[in-house]
């Protein structure tokens, strides 16, 4: 069964500073979810939150960058893209600078006990590492990454009334 979203839930929103930073995006799946990825190809989703490290630095930072997460993609871009189609954005962790720490953040992520790993390549086709997904039953990781990473901000959803 794949997931695609019908996009008439009201819409989401964070308010994000439009400074360059890394992210954390969490999207909580209700449901198992078959998802065809892109390149990546046909890949199963349990349900529960899953964690995306990313990185804004272009045009609009952080801001810009989780806007177009909150949204369902008209064509996908980015792996995230697909999974957005099944998850609902609940929360963004994210650090202000000019510099990434996407993979650093993604690696303190993966030794967090209850984490898991997500697809192999998924949200790193432009690095070395395994994975930029990684999932989780509960939604408490964010007081443990915090400890381990340093300053990360937290940003929690907001949906529009529509």
Known sequence: MSARHSGSDPPITFDMPSSS??????LKLHWESVIDVGALGELSFPPGFWFYC???VGPGGLAARIAHHSKF?????WHIDYL?????????????????FECTWAALL?????VEKGARGFGCS??????????????DVYEKFR????????AVAVRQSG
């Open 21 to 26: 930073g890394t992210y954390v995006l969490v």
């Open 110 to 114: 993966s030794h967090i006990d209850g």
């Open 126 to 139: 432009d690095c070395n590492c395994d994975s930029h997904l990684f999932h989780a039953g509960q939604i």
């Open 147 to 154: 400890r381990i990473a340093g300053d990360v901000q937290r």
């Open 84 to 100: 957005r189609f099944a998850g609902t954005p609940v929360e963004v962790w994210y650090a202000l600078s000019d510099e990434s």
């Open 54 to 56: 990313g990185s804004a």
């Open 73 to 77: 993609a008209e064509r996908p871009r």
